[in-house]
Protein backbone atom coordinates (compact mmCIF):
# COMPACT_ATOMS: atom_id res chain seq x y z
CA UNK A 1 0.00 0.00 0.00
CA UNK A 2 2.46 2.23 0.64
CA UNK A 3 4.89 1.01 -2.12
CA UNK A 4 5.83 3.92 -5.24
CA UNK A 5 4.07 3.52 -8.56
CA UNK A 6 5.67 4.70 -11.38
CA UNK A 7 3.53 5.91 -14.36
CA UNK A 8 4.56 7.92 -17.70
CA UNK A 9 4.04 11.65 -17.77
CA UNK A 10 1.02 11.32 -20.19
CA UNK A 11 -0.93 8.95 -18.45
CA UNK A 12 -0.45 11.01 -15.28
CA UNK A 13 -1.55 14.22 -16.95
CA UNK A 14 -4.48 11.91 -18.14
CA UNK A 15 -5.65 10.62 -14.98
CA UNK A 16 -5.56 14.57 -13.51
CA UNK A 17 -7.63 15.71 -16.31
CA UNK A 18 -10.31 13.10 -16.22
CA UNK A 19 -10.13 13.81 -11.74
CA UNK A 20 -10.72 17.40 -12.64
CA UNK A 21 -13.62 16.42 -15.19
CA UNK A 22 -15.30 14.24 -12.43
CA UNK A 23 -14.62 17.03 -9.96
CA UNK A 24 -16.19 19.91 -12.48
CA UNK A 25 -19.14 17.60 -13.27
CA UNK A 26 -19.86 16.45 -9.81
CA UNK A 27 -19.35 18.81 -7.62
CA UNK A 28 -18.43 22.17 -8.94
CA UNK A 29 -21.00 22.56 -11.99
CA UNK A 30 -24.05 21.52 -10.24
CA UNK A 31 -22.97 24.33 -7.31
CA UNK A 32 -22.42 26.86 -9.80
CA UNK A 33 -25.65 26.41 -11.83
CA UNK A 34 -27.60 26.00 -8.43
CA UNK A 35 -25.75 29.47 -7.67
CA UNK A 36 -26.58 31.61 -11.41
CA UNK A 37 -30.27 29.69 -11.23
CA UNK A 38 -31.23 31.45 -7.56
CA UNK A 39 -30.21 34.69 -8.48
CA UNK A 40 -32.21 34.55 -11.73
CA UNK A 41 -34.88 33.20 -9.97
CA UNK A 42 -34.78 36.18 -7.70
CA UNK A 43 -34.15 38.33 -10.85
CA UNK A 44 -36.94 37.31 -13.14
CA UNK A 45 -38.97 37.89 -9.33
CA UNK A 46 -38.10 41.39 -9.56
CA UNK A 47 -39.03 42.07 -13.48
CA UNK A 48 -42.44 40.55 -12.79
CA UNK A 49 -43.21 43.07 -9.70
CA UNK A 50 -43.47 45.93 -12.64
CA UNK A 51 -44.55 43.68 -15.22
CA UNK A 52 -48.39 44.16 -15.65
CA UNK A 53 -48.33 39.90 -17.28
CA UNK A 54 -45.59 38.49 -15.46
CA UNK A 55 -43.21 35.95 -17.49
CA UNK A 56 -45.05 32.31 -17.67
CA UNK A 57 -42.95 29.39 -16.30
CA UNK A 58 -43.27 27.65 -19.43
CA UNK A 59 -41.05 30.62 -20.90
CA UNK A 60 -38.13 30.28 -18.20
CA UNK A 61 -37.93 26.38 -18.76
CA UNK A 62 -34.83 24.83 -20.05
CA UNK A 63 -34.48 24.57 -23.57
CA UNK A 64 -33.77 20.79 -23.44
CA UNK A 65 -36.78 20.41 -21.25
CA UNK A 66 -39.42 21.90 -23.57
CA UNK A 67 -37.97 20.24 -26.51
CA UNK A 68 -38.52 16.48 -24.75
CA UNK A 69 -41.66 17.85 -23.83
CA UNK A 70 -43.03 18.84 -27.70
CA UNK A 71 -41.17 15.89 -29.05
CA UNK A 72 -43.04 13.36 -26.71
CA UNK A 73 -46.35 15.25 -27.01
CA UNK A 74 -49.25 12.66 -28.70
CA UNK A 75 -49.72 15.12 -31.43
CA UNK A 76 -46.36 14.55 -32.24
CA UNK A 77 -46.40 11.47 -31.85
CA UNK A 78 -49.47 10.69 -34.02
CA UNK A 79 -47.80 13.05 -36.82
CA UNK A 80 -44.47 10.47 -36.86
CA UNK A 81 -46.23 7.66 -37.35
CA UNK A 82 -48.11 9.28 -40.15
CA UNK A 83 -45.07 10.54 -41.27
CA UNK A 84 -43.46 6.98 -41.50
CA UNK A 85 -46.55 5.56 -43.36
CA UNK A 86 -46.72 8.12 -45.87
CA UNK A 87 -42.68 8.26 -46.55
CA UNK A 88 -42.18 4.53 -46.04
CA UNK A 89 -39.15 5.44 -43.80
CA UNK A 90 -38.89 3.74 -40.39
CA UNK A 91 -40.35 4.72 -37.50
CA UNK A 92 -36.96 6.06 -35.61
CA UNK A 93 -36.11 8.21 -38.69
CA UNK A 94 -38.96 10.13 -38.59
CA UNK A 95 -38.44 11.18 -34.69
CA UNK A 96 -35.20 12.34 -35.61
CA UNK A 97 -37.10 14.33 -37.66
CA UNK A 98 -39.26 15.55 -35.70
CA UNK A 99 -36.46 16.24 -33.11
CA UNK A 100 -34.84 18.35 -35.27
CA UNK A 101 -37.86 20.62 -36.06
CA UNK A 102 -38.04 21.00 -32.06
CA UNK A 103 -34.38 21.64 -31.77
CA UNK A 104 -35.04 24.62 -34.77
CA UNK A 105 -38.47 25.98 -33.50
CA UNK A 106 -38.35 26.13 -29.85
CA UNK A 107 -36.11 29.17 -28.77
CA UNK A 108 -34.17 29.69 -25.42
CA UNK A 109 -35.44 32.67 -23.69
CA UNK A 110 -33.26 34.57 -21.31
CA UNK A 111 -34.69 37.00 -19.39
CA UNK A 112 -31.31 38.52 -18.50
CA UNK A 113 -31.06 39.12 -22.34
CA UNK A 114 -34.20 40.26 -23.11
CA UNK A 115 -35.10 43.16 -20.07
CA UNK A 116 -31.08 43.86 -19.49
CA UNK A 117 -30.11 43.88 -23.35
CA UNK A 118 -32.65 43.86 -25.87
CA UNK A 119 -35.15 46.25 -23.82
CA UNK A 120 -32.28 48.81 -23.60
CA UNK A 121 -31.31 48.62 -27.34
CA UNK A 122 -34.72 48.37 -28.56
CA UNK A 123 -35.56 51.60 -26.57
CA UNK A 124 -32.28 53.24 -28.03
CA UNK A 125 -32.56 52.47 -31.77
CA UNK A 126 -36.61 53.44 -31.42
CA UNK A 127 -35.67 57.04 -30.58
CA UNK A 128 -32.45 57.17 -32.58
CA UNK A 129 -34.39 56.81 -35.82
CA UNK A 130 -37.90 58.31 -34.39
CA UNK A 131 -40.16 60.43 -32.69
CA UNK A 132 -41.95 57.61 -31.12
CA UNK A 133 -46.08 58.56 -30.80
CA UNK A 134 -48.53 55.82 -28.73
CA UNK A 135 -52.04 56.08 -28.91
CA UNK A 136 -54.83 53.73 -27.76
CA UNK A 137 -58.46 53.09 -29.28
CA UNK A 138 -59.62 52.06 -25.43
CA UNK A 139 -57.16 52.24 -22.73
CA UNK A 140 -59.22 51.01 -19.90
CA UNK A 141 -60.17 48.05 -22.17
CA UNK A 142 -56.49 46.91 -22.31
CA UNK A 143 -56.04 47.26 -18.48
CA UNK A 144 -59.14 44.91 -18.02
CA UNK A 145 -57.73 42.47 -19.36
CA UNK A 146 -58.10 39.02 -17.72
CA UNK A 147 -54.44 38.98 -15.94
CA UNK A 148 -54.97 34.79 -16.44
CA UNK A 149 -55.52 35.29 -20.73
CA UNK A 150 -52.79 34.68 -22.78
CA UNK A 151 -52.59 38.06 -24.82
CA UNK A 152 -52.02 37.89 -28.60
CA UNK A 153 -50.33 41.42 -30.18
CA UNK A 154 -51.56 41.58 -33.61
CA UNK A 155 -49.93 43.93 -36.07
CA UNK A 156 -49.42 44.86 -39.45
CA UNK A 157 -45.50 44.81 -40.61
CA UNK A 158 -44.40 47.79 -42.35
CA UNK A 159 -40.67 47.28 -41.06
CA UNK A 160 -38.49 45.47 -39.24
CA UNK A 161 -38.42 47.97 -36.89
CA UNK A 162 -41.38 46.98 -36.53
CA UNK A 163 -40.03 44.45 -33.62
CA UNK A 164 -38.01 46.72 -32.14
CA UNK A 165 -40.96 49.29 -31.44
CA UNK A 166 -43.28 46.87 -29.83
CA UNK A 167 -40.77 45.49 -28.15
CA UNK A 168 -39.79 48.75 -26.33
CA UNK A 169 -43.44 49.57 -26.00
CA UNK A 170 -44.21 46.63 -24.60
CA UNK A 171 -42.10 46.45 -22.43
CA UNK A 172 -43.95 47.32 -19.10
CA UNK A 173 -46.26 44.86 -19.97
CA UNK A 174 -44.55 41.52 -20.49
CA UNK A 175 -41.93 39.96 -22.69
CA UNK A 176 -43.15 39.31 -26.19
CA UNK A 177 -42.74 35.80 -28.11
CA UNK A 178 -42.38 36.47 -31.52
CA UNK A 179 -42.79 34.12 -34.61
CA UNK A 180 -39.65 34.83 -36.97
CA UNK A 181 -39.10 33.94 -40.37
CA UNK A 182 -36.02 32.53 -42.13
CA UNK A 183 -34.25 35.68 -42.47
CA UNK A 184 -33.21 35.80 -39.20
CA UNK A 185 -31.63 31.99 -39.16
CA UNK A 186 -27.87 33.60 -39.52
CA UNK A 187 -25.05 33.01 -36.58
CA UNK A 188 -24.89 34.92 -34.35
CA UNK A 189 -27.62 36.99 -34.44
CA UNK A 190 -29.87 33.34 -34.71
CA UNK A 191 -28.54 33.13 -30.79
CA UNK A 192 -29.47 36.50 -29.36
CA UNK A 193 -33.15 36.03 -31.28
CA UNK A 194 -33.52 32.92 -29.74
CA UNK A 195 -32.39 34.30 -26.37
CA UNK A 196 -34.98 37.30 -26.68
CA UNK A 197 -38.08 34.35 -27.08
CA UNK A 198 -38.76 34.28 -30.93
CA UNK A 199 -39.23 31.09 -32.12
CA UNK A 200 -38.61 30.24 -36.00
CA UNK A 201 -40.67 29.12 -38.36
CA UNK A 202 -40.23 27.99 -42.16
CA UNK A 203 -43.34 29.97 -43.94
CA UNK A 204 -43.47 27.52 -47.08
CA UNK A 205 -42.39 24.52 -45.65
CA UNK A 206 -44.48 21.39 -46.89
CA UNK A 207 -43.93 18.90 -44.87
CA UNK A 208 -47.10 18.30 -42.37
CA UNK A 209 -44.54 16.52 -40.13
CA UNK A 210 -43.32 20.13 -39.21
CA UNK A 211 -46.27 21.66 -39.51
CA UNK A 212 -47.73 19.64 -36.32
CA UNK A 213 -44.55 20.01 -34.81
CA UNK A 214 -45.01 23.99 -35.11
CA UNK A 215 -48.64 23.70 -33.92
CA UNK A 216 -47.79 21.66 -30.95
CA UNK A 217 -45.33 24.26 -29.57
CA UNK A 218 -48.10 26.89 -30.43
CA UNK A 219 -50.59 25.20 -28.65
CA UNK A 220 -48.61 24.65 -25.53
CA UNK A 221 -47.52 28.20 -25.45
CA UNK A 222 -50.92 29.64 -25.83
CA UNK A 223 -52.25 27.21 -23.20
CA UNK A 224 -49.40 28.64 -20.77
CA UNK A 225 -50.71 31.92 -21.55
CA UNK A 226 -47.08 32.72 -23.03
CA UNK A 227 -47.80 36.61 -24.49
CA UNK A 228 -46.97 36.75 -27.74
CA UNK A 229 -46.91 38.71 -30.92
CA UNK A 230 -47.93 37.39 -34.56
CA UNK A 231 -48.09 39.49 -38.09
CA UNK A 232 -50.93 37.89 -39.97
CA UNK A 233 -49.97 39.52 -43.09
CA UNK A 234 -46.94 36.65 -43.07
CA UNK A 235 -44.70 39.15 -44.45
CA UNK A 236 -43.72 42.68 -45.17
CA UNK A 237 -46.10 44.71 -46.85
CA UNK A 238 -44.25 45.57 -50.63
CA UNK A 239 -46.91 47.66 -51.57
CA UNK A 240 -47.33 49.86 -47.90
CA UNK A 241 -50.85 49.29 -47.90
CA UNK A 242 -52.16 46.40 -45.42
CA UNK A 243 -52.09 43.11 -46.87
CA UNK A 244 -54.78 39.92 -47.05
CA UNK A 245 -54.14 37.88 -43.63
CA UNK A 246 -52.39 34.53 -43.47
CA UNK A 247 -54.22 31.60 -41.53
CA UNK A 248 -51.24 29.41 -40.38
CA UNK A 249 -50.60 30.65 -36.68
CA UNK A 250 -54.22 31.81 -36.46
CA UNK A 251 -55.14 28.41 -36.70
CA UNK A 252 -52.79 26.91 -34.45
CA UNK A 253 -53.78 28.86 -31.77
CA UNK A 254 -57.84 28.59 -32.60
CA UNK A 255 -57.31 24.59 -32.57
CA UNK A 256 -55.00 24.88 -29.60
CA UNK A 257 -58.07 26.48 -27.13
CA UNK A 258 -61.69 25.38 -25.75
CA UNK A 259 -64.26 27.42 -24.51
CA UNK A 260 -63.51 25.39 -21.15
CA UNK A 261 -59.73 26.72 -21.14
CA UNK A 262 -57.94 29.65 -21.04
CA UNK A 263 -58.78 32.51 -22.75
CA UNK A 264 -56.92 33.82 -25.65
CA UNK A 265 -57.35 37.68 -26.55
CA UNK A 266 -56.25 39.42 -29.26
CA UNK A 267 -55.07 42.90 -29.22
CA UNK A 268 -54.47 44.81 -32.75
CA UNK A 269 -51.73 46.74 -32.83
CA UNK A 270 -51.41 49.52 -36.19
CA UNK A 271 -48.56 50.87 -37.14
CA UNK A 272 -47.11 53.89 -39.43
CA UNK A 273 -43.73 55.40 -40.58
CA UNK A 274 -42.70 58.40 -41.87
CA UNK A 275 -40.32 56.95 -43.38
CA UNK A 276 -39.64 52.70 -43.61
CA UNK A 277 -35.66 52.11 -43.14
CA UNK A 278 -35.92 49.85 -45.98
CA UNK A 279 -38.83 51.46 -48.43
CA UNK A 280 -35.87 51.05 -51.64
CA UNK A 281 -35.88 47.18 -51.21
CA UNK A 282 -39.26 46.15 -50.57
CA UNK A 283 -40.92 48.54 -53.39
CA UNK A 284 -37.66 47.09 -56.09
CA UNK A 285 -39.16 43.35 -54.17
CA UNK A 286 -42.75 44.47 -55.45
CA UNK A 287 -41.57 44.22 -59.11
CA UNK A 288 -40.34 40.87 -59.42
CA UNK A 289 -42.80 37.54 -58.99
CA UNK A 290 -40.58 36.32 -55.38
CA UNK A 291 -40.32 37.64 -51.72
CA UNK A 292 -36.77 38.50 -51.93
CA UNK A 293 -34.99 41.02 -50.45
CA UNK A 294 -31.64 41.85 -51.95
CA UNK A 295 -29.56 43.37 -49.18
CA UNK A 296 -26.08 42.86 -48.69
CA UNK A 297 -24.37 43.30 -46.08
CA UNK A 298 -21.71 45.67 -47.39
CA UNK A 299 -24.39 48.13 -48.36
CA UNK A 300 -25.78 47.62 -45.01
CA UNK A 301 -22.87 48.18 -43.47
CA UNK A 302 -22.04 51.73 -45.56
CA UNK A 303 -25.37 53.11 -44.25
CA UNK A 304 -24.79 52.35 -40.65
CA UNK A 305 -21.15 54.22 -40.76
CA UNK A 306 -23.03 56.66 -42.44
CA UNK A 307 -25.90 57.33 -40.13
CA UNK A 308 -23.04 57.51 -37.27
CA UNK A 309 -20.54 60.13 -39.34
CA UNK A 310 -23.70 62.11 -39.89
CA UNK A 311 -24.32 61.88 -35.92
CA UNK A 312 -20.78 62.46 -35.21
CA UNK A 313 -20.42 65.70 -37.26
CA UNK A 314 -24.03 67.15 -35.94
CA UNK A 315 -26.13 66.69 -39.05
CA UNK A 316 -27.86 63.58 -38.30
CA UNK A 317 -31.68 63.86 -38.48
CA UNK A 318 -34.36 61.40 -37.47
CA UNK A 319 -36.22 59.70 -39.84
CA UNK A 320 -39.61 61.50 -38.22
CA UNK A 321 -42.30 59.85 -36.62
CA UNK A 322 -42.99 56.29 -36.41
CA UNK A 323 -46.47 55.82 -34.46
CA UNK A 324 -48.33 52.71 -32.77
CA UNK A 325 -51.89 52.57 -31.75
CA UNK A 326 -53.71 49.67 -30.15
CA UNK A 327 -57.11 48.93 -31.00
CA UNK A 328 -60.38 47.37 -29.23
CA UNK A 329 -59.20 44.17 -28.29
CA UNK A 330 -61.10 40.89 -28.80
CA UNK A 331 -61.86 38.07 -26.54
CA UNK A 332 -61.88 34.64 -28.64
CA UNK A 333 -64.33 32.87 -26.16
CA UNK A 334 -66.99 35.82 -26.69
CA UNK A 335 -65.71 35.86 -30.55
CA UNK A 336 -65.87 31.87 -30.51
CA UNK A 337 -69.74 31.98 -29.23
CA UNK A 338 -71.18 34.40 -32.31
CA UNK A 339 -68.65 32.78 -34.98
CA UNK A 340 -68.57 29.31 -34.60
CA UNK A 341 -69.21 28.39 -38.28
CA UNK A 342 -66.17 30.11 -39.27
CA UNK A 343 -64.17 31.19 -36.55
CA UNK A 344 -61.16 31.34 -37.79
CA UNK A 345 -62.05 33.28 -41.36
CA UNK A 346 -64.18 35.75 -39.32
CA UNK A 347 -61.91 36.24 -36.85
CA UNK A 348 -58.79 36.61 -39.31
CA UNK A 349 -61.49 39.37 -41.22
CA UNK A 350 -62.52 41.11 -37.83
CA UNK A 351 -58.33 41.51 -36.99
CA UNK A 352 -57.01 42.73 -40.28
CA UNK A 353 -60.39 45.22 -39.78
CA UNK A 354 -59.53 46.80 -37.10
CA UNK A 355 -56.39 47.07 -37.92
CA UNK A 356 -57.13 48.75 -40.73
CA UNK A 357 -59.46 51.05 -38.93
CA UNK A 358 -56.83 52.06 -36.37
CA UNK A 359 -53.71 52.74 -38.57
CA UNK A 360 -52.40 56.27 -37.32
CA UNK A 361 -52.14 59.48 -39.74
CA UNK A 362 -48.30 60.07 -39.98
CA UNK A 363 -46.97 63.38 -41.81
CA UNK A 364 -45.01 61.72 -44.60
CA UNK A 365 -47.65 59.18 -46.14
CA UNK A 366 -50.03 62.13 -45.74
CA UNK A 367 -48.10 64.52 -47.94
CA UNK A 368 -47.81 61.75 -50.44
CA UNK A 369 -51.57 60.87 -50.66
CA UNK A 370 -52.81 64.55 -51.13
CA UNK A 371 -49.56 65.62 -53.13
CA UNK A 372 -50.05 63.14 -55.87
CA UNK A 373 -54.28 63.46 -55.51
CA UNK A 374 -54.12 67.38 -56.05
CA UNK A 375 -49.88 67.26 -57.89
CA UNK A 376 -49.64 70.92 -56.47
CA UNK A 377 -49.90 72.69 -52.71
CA UNK A 378 -48.80 75.71 -51.49
CA UNK A 379 -46.94 74.69 -49.02
CA UNK A 380 -48.07 75.88 -45.74
CA UNK A 381 -51.39 75.08 -47.11
CA UNK A 382 -50.50 71.72 -47.12
CA UNK A 383 -49.17 72.34 -43.46
CA UNK A 384 -52.28 73.10 -42.50
CA UNK A 385 -54.46 70.69 -44.07
CA UNK A 386 -51.75 67.37 -42.62
CA UNK A 387 -52.11 69.18 -39.01
CA UNK A 388 -56.09 69.00 -39.39
CA UNK A 389 -56.14 65.21 -40.44
CA UNK A 390 -54.01 64.38 -37.62
CA UNK A 391 -55.79 66.13 -35.15
CA UNK A 392 -58.66 64.28 -36.21
CA UNK A 393 -57.13 61.39 -36.43
CA UNK A 394 -56.22 61.58 -32.80
CA UNK A 395 -52.80 60.50 -32.62
CA UNK A 396 -52.27 63.57 -30.69
CA UNK A 397 -53.85 66.99 -29.65
CA UNK A 398 -51.86 69.46 -31.56
CA UNK A 399 -49.08 67.64 -33.77
CA UNK A 400 -47.00 71.49 -35.18
CA UNK A 401 -46.29 72.66 -37.69
CA UNK A 402 -42.49 71.48 -37.37
CA UNK A 403 -42.61 67.55 -37.74
CA UNK A 404 -44.74 68.14 -40.51
CA UNK A 405 -42.42 70.55 -42.49
CA UNK A 406 -39.20 67.61 -41.24
CA UNK A 407 -41.42 65.18 -43.40
CA UNK A 408 -42.04 67.20 -46.41
CA UNK A 409 -38.25 68.19 -46.04
CA UNK A 410 -37.32 64.36 -46.20
CA UNK A 411 -39.50 63.44 -48.95
CA UNK A 412 -37.81 66.36 -51.15
CA UNK A 413 -34.66 65.33 -49.89
CA UNK A 414 -34.95 61.86 -51.24
CA UNK A 415 -36.93 63.46 -54.70
CA UNK A 416 -40.09 61.89 -54.16
CA UNK A 417 -41.70 65.41 -54.08
CA UNK A 418 -40.21 68.80 -55.20
CA UNK A 419 -40.65 71.98 -53.63
CA UNK A 420 -40.83 75.18 -56.01
CA UNK A 421 -41.14 78.94 -55.02
CA UNK A 422 -42.99 77.97 -52.15
CA UNK A 423 -45.33 75.14 -53.57
CA UNK A 424 -45.19 71.16 -53.22
CA UNK A 425 -45.25 69.55 -56.48
CA UNK A 426 -44.61 65.90 -57.81
CA UNK A 427 -41.15 65.44 -58.49
CA UNK A 428 -41.07 62.58 -61.48
CA UNK A 429 -38.31 60.67 -60.50
CA UNK A 430 -39.08 58.24 -57.72
CA UNK A 431 -42.85 57.38 -58.65
CA UNK A 432 -42.68 53.63 -56.78
CA UNK A 433 -42.12 55.37 -53.30
CA UNK A 434 -44.70 58.21 -53.72
CA UNK A 435 -47.16 55.31 -54.13
CA UNK A 436 -45.72 53.11 -51.41
CA UNK A 437 -46.11 56.24 -48.97
CA UNK A 438 -49.49 57.24 -50.22
CA UNK A 439 -50.88 53.31 -50.20
CA UNK A 440 -50.17 53.99 -46.21
CA UNK A 441 -51.94 56.72 -45.64
CA UNK A 442 -55.75 56.36 -44.34
CA UNK A 443 -57.33 58.75 -46.12
CA UNK A 444 -60.16 59.50 -48.59
CA UNK A 445 -61.60 62.21 -50.72
CA UNK A 446 -64.49 62.85 -48.01
CA UNK A 447 -62.12 63.14 -44.83
CA UNK A 448 -59.69 65.51 -47.01
CA UNK A 449 -62.86 67.88 -48.11
CA UNK A 450 -63.80 68.26 -44.73
CA UNK A 451 -61.08 68.89 -43.61
CA UNK A 452 -60.56 71.59 -46.77
CA UNK A 453 -63.69 72.98 -45.58
CA UNK A 454 -62.75 73.04 -42.09
CA UNK A 455 -65.15 70.86 -40.63
CA UNK A 456 -62.37 68.89 -38.86
CA UNK A 457 -61.95 69.69 -35.07
CA UNK A 458 -59.92 68.25 -32.57
CA UNK A 459 -61.55 65.00 -30.86
CA UNK A 460 -63.52 66.06 -27.18
CA UNK A 461 -61.29 65.95 -24.69
CA UNK A 462 -57.56 65.94 -26.67
Known sequence: MTQTVELPLWLFLLIVVFAAVTLASHFLFPSVRWFFRRRLERAVKRVNQRLQRPI?????????????????????????????????????????????????????????????????????????FYDVRLSHKDEDALKGIDPEATVVFVMNHRSNMDYVLVTYLAAR??????????????????????????????????????????????????????????????????????????????????????????????????????????DTILTKAALGNQRRFRARIGVITWWILKQIGQRLIGRYKRFGIASVRYGQPISLNTFRADHDRNLMTDLARELIGRIAAEIPLVPGPAACWLVRDKREWVEDDLVDLIGKLMRRDGISADPGPVPIRAAIDQLVDRRILRRDGGKITLSGQRVDLLDYYAASAPLNETLVIAATAKEISAPAGS
Open 173 to 278: QSALSYAVGEWARVWPLSRLIRAMGAYFIRRKSGSDLYRQVLACYVRHATEAGVTQAMFPEGGLSLTGALGRPKLGLLKYIIDGTSIEGRDVVFVPVALNYDRVLE
Open 56 to 128: QPFKLARRHDMIQRLIYDPQVGQAVQAHARETGMPEAVAFEQARGYAREIVPSFSAVAYFSIAIRMARMLSNA
